[in-house]
């Protein structure tokens, strides 16, 4: 027996909801670059409009910026909210990013328990 393990990330940014929307982006890009560095294969994000302990409007937007400075990491969606998009805006956006990130993209949709 043997293999690799893989280790997956799946990032619950929660920060107080007072806190700086740069600085929680900047944290969050800091923790996705150390998990990067550490070996991890997969970071997971989730969307959210609403929940201002968890200020993520578009996990797209963040991982694209993510793609770049990353050599381990695939991107996950767990999830976007089909509910708050129009489905062929979300494929059309999925498809860029599976192509900006050279395939390094799973996506992850649902019906969202939060707007």
């Known amino acids: 027996m043997g293999g ?7 990032m619950m940014p929660v920060h107080p909801p007072a806190r700086s929307f740069t600085e929680t982006l900047a944290e969050d890009t800091e923790k996705s670059l150390l998990a990067d560095r550490l070996g991890f294969t997969e970071l997971w ?14 996990p797209l937007m963040f991982m ?3 793609v770049p400075r990353t050599k381990n990491l695939q991107f996950g969606t ?11 805006v979300v494929a059309a956006e999925a498809a860029q990013f599976d192509h900006m990130s050279q ?13």
């Open 4 to 10: 690799n393990v893989r280790l997956g990330f799946f």
């Open 45 to 58: 994000l989730g969307e959210h409009f609403s929940a201002t302990s968890e200020p993520i409007p578009s």
């Open 78 to 88: 767990g999830v976007i909210c089909l509910p708050n998009h129009h489905p062929v």
């Open 103 to 115: 395939g390094r993209f799973m996506l992850g949709v649902g019906p969202g328990g939060l707007l």
């Open 64 to 66: 694209a910026g993510l």
